[in-house]
């Protein structure tokens, strides 16, 4: 069996509400395989989303740890021990995220959406690469278009195209269908599976959408 | 207590440096507003004393060349038949001046009875002239009971009354006699004129003092040809620059007014637009908008009364120190400030009134999405005023203020096609992607910065706008003072006695290369009072006047206002008191209080019998200069010695002094427009939350969000850049071009040099640049009190 792209040891993550402790992730424990898809599936506020902002470094952990091991590193990066900014620049070299809404800049074309990690990144030579993607994913025609005059079946194509223009090892995507009606949702489900396979990245999705679930390797169902 | 009310503390208690900065901007926009009035009042306070007062509660004067008390008689007895309707009082006026024991002094003879009280003969309060008796000013030297000879007869001096100015008072005839002319001779009627107008210019000047200045005066009462009708406070110099300087000061004000208005509203806009989530959410569990928006204005109303109290006070100390800063520049004694209340009411009104009513109006435009009319209509109008102030000179000061203000309210409007003009083309920008996001937003997102835009728009274009004139200013002045201290020393006597015999005395001392004596009278012309000068013009002395030739008998040199007042140009004769004057060369006469006209000894000696010659000038060889100026103290003990040097240095520190003011103002409006800034960045930031986010889980830095910030905060102040330096020049170019001329009667070469520009731009940049990132906007308290909702 190969070594775990993402390694979780037993994570705790809590939210002070009301002068009170909140208590969300506790004890929790997960390897992600290269290449493997998990969905993450329970109700709404049972913890899905601080997962994934665990991982990807936004928030930090009251207790446990997370290694993250991708290829080009020679040994595990241990996120829980990073300060924040070092944080970001895992996340910008490693990682992509999509969201729900609010997915690309509105004031940024197509094209300029799907080229700024790779300027983040200073690889800005593989735009070639990544602008071809944007062509697969059937959005040749909207390059020079602004965010607002796109549908929201085109919008998440471009953020698809746009968290995986740096080849990231680990997709955060974050109910990434969740805004879209059943048709759209399908179409973006597959070109996100297509997407990820064909790159041999692996993916953290958190869904409540059964259908989407049933698409992933692994299934982890999360209680309140 | 009430939970919205609750709710609504809570969000300024939560955001606590956005409100800090709110509350600051308005209160030093009251602070802008309380100082502009204060030191306004301070200057019209202290005009009186300048004021000649010896005729109290006439207004006007009606004069011609041959007048006769017969014609007075006349004229009073078809006013006392109810002929001039609107004239309260008349006054016949014997005026001139005299040589007495060697000094100038006026003359002023008149009806005191006729006057009534107040005056500075009262014989209802007990003081009365007699045939050969006067009253004397106290600056006139005389002690009471003094007698002296004139023309073969003895006056006597009753008593002294306070007036620094030389003068003696006396009945009609005594002043026929004083100053040897015939007796039916009358110099001018005096008479109280009824001002229609009076209660509207109280009622301003109360608002803004010395802006009635600019109201036209109200149609004279016509006595009929040959009879030439006047204004006397035009006819008083001083108190005329006086109240131009007020007028001028009290217009800048006006505009310091309008941005810190346009502040408080974008600070509503803001506001409103920052809790509309929140408000939406109240509303949509049923509470009603009319409550939310109680709720909404009483809040700004607590928080406006906070920002008036400090405001109030910051001003009265900025007012207190730059009339201190003043006083000490120009020697003179600070004019005190007094908290009034007409300032207290206009502080209320700005920090309580206008953020109320600005709150409403941007409740109503923003709760109910209105979209702003078109701009045209009113930009056509607004040309028209442009045009019509700039080009028609008898529109006079309030028309030149219109132009002002039309150009900038033109801009402001200019604004809105302006950025959507930048907005069609943004997709071509080119460069690192983030600045092209940082510079996007400024140009999508406008109406969160737009007024804020518009109020440092303003702020900039008033300081490139005074900084240009003020610095072309500068430059006419050194320029002048450069021809005009063309000497080494200036030698005058205390008691303005006449210095002829000193002049041989003095070109006998060793190192004394050059001296010439000077002399002036006044004489009455086209109705005003001119100065003309006179001395031994040749080459060298009419060089100092930019003339490079000696005057020859019955030319002239004469000052900008003079050529105005004549309606002439150089190379013109025109008549002067009856005699034919060759106009030959003009001068600026910058800080003249009068019309001037230089004219040769010769010329001045058949014009006038006495002449005066109270000054002279010592030009020395280099370096006997000391050694010459403790010869001339040595000669008589009333002299006073100048040194050219110290006169220049006098004369720059006044002018910069008196500037300090206004540059000082400007600085508060861009202070002012700075806070606002904040503001509107930080609903921006806020607005754009999230992008923010969105860049963030891509893996953007601390140091690239700053960038975002430095772009974002660059492009504000690039795009008011954009629109205040046309809108500065043009505004310069109507100070020096329009305003000068019709409050001063000179105008100004406007210099379009790089640093009055520049300095405003840079001051402008730094403004934006710390608005934009100073921190608290991205703080996760403010962002969780905006969302009010943590995703888990």
């Known amino acids: ?224 | 207590m009430n939970l919205i009310g609750l709710a609504n503390l809570r969000f300024f208690l939560t955001t606590p440096l956005t409100t800090l900065t709110a509350l600051l901007g308005v209160a030093l926009g009251v602070a802008s507003i309380t100082a502009v009035h204060e030191i306004g009042v301070a200057i019209r306070t202290s005009l009186p004393e300048q004021a000649r007062a010896y005729l109290p509660g006439m207004t006007h004067f009606a004069s011609h060349p041959n007048a006769g008390m017969d014609e007075y008689f006349d004229l009073r007895g078809r006013w006392r038949a109810g002929e001039f309707e609107d004239i309260l009082n008349m006054s016949p006026v014997v005026e001139g001046s005299v040589v007495v024991l060697d000094r100038r002094v006026d003359v002023v003879g008149t009806d005191w009875l006729a006057l009534g009280a107040g005056g500075v003969v009262d014989p209802q309060g007990g003081s009365s002239t007699h045939i050969n008796t006067v009253m004397a000013s106290s600056g006139s030297g005389f002690k009471p009971a003094q007698t002296f000879e004139l023309s073969g007869k003895q006056y006597l001096v009753r008593d002294v009354v306070p007036g620094s100015a030389p003068a003696l008072f006396a009945d009609i005839g005594t002043a026929q006699g004083l100053l040897n002319r015939p007796a039916d001779h009358l110099s001018y009627i005096a008479f109280a004129q009824r001002d229609v107008f009076a209660a509207f210019k109280h009622l301003l000047e109360r608002l803004m003092p010395g802006i009635s200045r600019g109201v036209p005066d109200v149609t004279i009462s016509s006595f009929g040809e040959p009879w030439q009708t006047n204004s006397l406070a035009e006819d008083q110099p001083e108190l005329r620059l006086g109240r131009s300087v007020l007028f001028n000061l009290g217009a800048l004000g006006t505009l310091s007014l309008v941005v810190a208005w346009i502040l408080i509203y974008q600070i509503c806009v803001t506001w409103l637009r920052r809790q509309l989530p929140v408000m939406q959410r109240l509303y949509a569990i049923g509470v009603s908008m009319q409550e939310i928006r109680g709720w909404f204005i009483l809040a700004l109303i607590v928080l406006g009364l906070l920002a008036t109290l400090s405001g109030v006070a910051i001003g009265h100390g900025l007012s207190s120190f730059l009339l201190d800063q003043a006083a000490r520049g120009m020697a003179a004694s600070a004019v005190g400030v007094q908290l009034s209340g007409d300032v207290l009411i206009k502080g209320t009104f700005s920090g309580i009134v206008v953020f109320a009513v600005a709150g409403l109006f941007a409740f109503d435009r923003i709760w109910n999405a209105r979209v702003a009319g078109r701009i045209w209509p009113a930009g056509i109008v607004l040309l028209l005023i442009l045009v019509v102030g700039s080009l028609s000179s008898a529109s006079g000061l309030i028309g030149g203020f219109a132009a002002i203000l039309a150009a900038c309210l033109l801009t402001l409007l200019a604004l809105r096609p302006m950025l959507n003009g930048l907005k069609r083309s943004s997709w071509v920008y080119a460069g690192n992607l983030l600045n092209r996001l940082a510079v996007r937003e400024v140009i999508w997102f406008q109406e969160d910065l737009r007024v804020a835009l518009g109020a440092l728009v303003l702020a900039l274009a008033t300081s490139i706008g005074v900084g240009l004139m003020v610095d072309s200013f500068r430059l006419d002045f050194e320029r002048m003072l450069g021809q005009r201290l063309g000497y080494d020393l200036y030698v005058t006597s205390s008691s303005n006695r006449d210095l002829t015999s000193l002049k041989a005395s003095v070109q006998n001392l060793p190192g004394v290369t050059r001296s010439n004596l000077y002399g002036r009278f006044e004489l009455r012309d086209r109705g005003q009072r001119i100065e003309v000068g006179h001395s031994h013009f040749d080459a060298v002395e009419a060089d100092r006047y930019g003339y490079g030739y000696a005057l020859e008998l019955d030319q002239a040199l004469v000052s900008d206002s003079f050529l105005g007042l004549a309606d002439a140009r150089v190379g013109q004769t025109l008549d002067l008191a009856g005699r034919t004057i060759q106009v030959v060369g003009r001068f600026p006469g910058f800080g003249d209080m009068q019309p001037r006209v230089l004219i040769h000894d010769e010329t001045a000696q058949q014009m006038s019998a006495d002449l005066v010659f109270d000054r002279l000038s010592v030009n020395t060889l280099a370096d006997k200069r000391s050694e010459v100026s403790t010869d001339l103290a040595r000669l008589a003990e009333d002299l006073s010695i100048t040194e050219q040097g110290a006169m220049r240095e006098i004369a720059l520190l006044i002018f910069d002094r008196t500037f300090a003011i206004t540059r000082a103002l400007t600085v508060t409006a861009l202070l002012v427009a700075m806070f606002g800034l904040y503001n509107s960045l930080t609903a921006l930031r806020l607005n754009q939350q999230a992008t923010t986010s969105l860049l963030n889980a891509m893996g953007l830095t601390r140091l690239e969000k700053k960038r975002i910030d430095f772009f974002r905060a660059t492009a504000v102040a690039f795009v008011a850049i954009l629109a205040s330096i046309p809108l500065g020049v043009l505004m310069a170019w109507q100070l020096c071009e329009l305003i000068n001329p019709r409050a001063f009667g000179w105008r100004i070469d406007l210099y379009l040099a790089w640093y009055p520009i520049l300095l405003p731009c840079g001051l402008g940049l730094v403004a934006a640049l710390i608005a934009g990132l100073l921190p608290g906007n991205d703080s996760t308290i403010e962002t969780a009190a905006l969302h009010g909702e943590m995703n888990t």
Request: proline content about 5%; some cysteine.
């Open chain 1, 1 to 224: 069996m190969s070594e775990p792209l993402v390694r979780l040891t037993a994570l705790a993550k809590a939210f002070v509400d009301g002068g009170k402790p909140h208590v969300v992730l506790e004890d929790f424990a997960l390897d992600v395989l290269p290449g493997e898809i998990v969905a993450i599936c329970g109700a709404s506020g049972c913890g899905k989303s601080t997962l994934l902002n665990l991982v990807a470094g936004l928030i930090e952990l009251d207790h446990g740890a997370i290694d993250f091991k991708p290829v080009a590193e020679s040994t595990p990066i241990a996120l829980h021990n990073l300060s924040a900014a070092q944080r970001t620049r895992v996340r910008r070299s490693h990682i992509g995220v999509i969201f729900q809404f609010f997915n690309l800049v509105p004031t940024l074309t197509v094209r300029e959406n799907v080229l700024l990690p790779l300027q983040l990144n200073r690889t800005i030579h593989k735009s070639a690469d990544a602008l071809a993607h944007l062509v697969q994913l059937g959005l040749g025609e909207r390059f020079d278009s602004f965010p607002d005059v796109l549908s929201g079946g085109e919008r998440q194509r471009v953020a698809i195209a746009r968290a995986l223009a740096n080849d990231p090892p680990l997709l955060l995507a974050d109910e990434p269908t969740g805004n879209l009606d059943a048709e759209h949702s399908a179409a973006v489900v597959d070109l996100l599976w297509s997407s990820v396979r064909e790159r041999q990245s692996a993916m953290l999705i958190a869904t409540h959408s059964e259908a989407v679930a049933a698409h992933a390797d692994r299934i982890v169902q999360f209680e309140r």
